[in-house]
């Protein structure tokens, strides 16, 4: 089983990224699929979520209005389109898939929004 995120870097405030998650070595379609991110010195966070299906969302309230997670089941691949990027959305984002007692993590990919 592997997540591998892409499209972290380095950002202005206001500018946008988009994180690409790509899956392999299990069913991605079956599975639910969420970003996290975890700042220094704080615990990671759920930013979003998206059901196998790709009709049911879920969004962090920090984020709602501003970030959009999507997914391309043909591709195995799940998306966060972040927009108008705070410092404090600056955190290592990481790609999980869960599906009953499975619970598969990507690597992580940095995000750093300078002021």
């Known amino acids: 089983v592997q997540l591998v995120e892409s499209g972290g870097g380095l950002v202005q405030f206001g500018g946008s990224l988009r994180l690409s998650c790509a899956a392999s070595?299990?069913?991605?379609?079956?599975?639910?699929m969420s970003w996290y991110r975890q700042a220094p010195g704080k615990e990671r966070e759920l930013v979003a979520v998206?059901?196998?299906?790709?009709?049911?969302?879920h969004y962090a309230d920090s984020v709602k209005g501003r970030f959009t997670i999507s997914r391309d089941n043909a591709k195995n691949t799940v998306y966060l389109e972040m927009n108008s990027l705070k410092p404090e959305d600056m955190a290592v984002y990481y790609c999980?898939?869960?599906?009953?007692?499975?619970?598969?993590w990507g690597q992580g990919t940095q995000v750093t929004v300078s002021s």
């Open positions: 999980n898939a869960r599906r009953m007692f499975y619970d598969y």
């Open positions: 070595g299990f069913t991605f379609s079956n599975y639910g």
């Open positions: 998206i059901r196998s299906g790709g009709a049911g969302t």
